[in-house]
């Protein structure tokens, strides 16, 4: 199978960053302990604080598909409601 990557960004609403920025601690590490992930970076820019730069690297879609899974009702899901994603999803 082909590895899955997603780079991209997001555009976290003013209101949201504190939450935002305290559910990403554990969100990262959750991820990054996933069977499958094998990179997952997301980083506060330091010019724009709105704008967290994301990186991942899964080793197939079977593992990228169940991060989303997890992802969608978690603490992080729900804290990142509002925030705006652009991302390009290379399969």
């Known amino acids: 199978m082909n590895k899955v990557i997603l780079k991209g960004f997001i555009i976290v609403p003013t209101a949201d960053l504190p939450a ?3 559910a990403l601690i ?3 590490e959750l991820t990054r ?3 499958g992930c094998l ?3 997301v980083t506060q ?4 604080l709105n704008r ?3 990186y991942e690297e899964f ?3 079977t593992s990228f598909e169940q991060h989303q899974i997890r992802v969608k009702d978690s603490a992080w899901g729900k804290a990142s409601a509002n925030v705006k994603r652009h991302y ?3 399969m």
């Open 20 to 22: 935002v920025k305290q």
């Open 26 to 28: 554990s969100h990262k």
């Open 33 to 35: 302990n996933e069977p």
């Open 39 to 41: 990179m997952f970076n």
């Open 45 to 48: 820019s330091e010019t724009n």
């Open 52 to 54: 967290f730069n994301v």
């Open 59 to 61: 080793i197939d879609k």
């Open 88 to 90: 390009e999803i290379l």
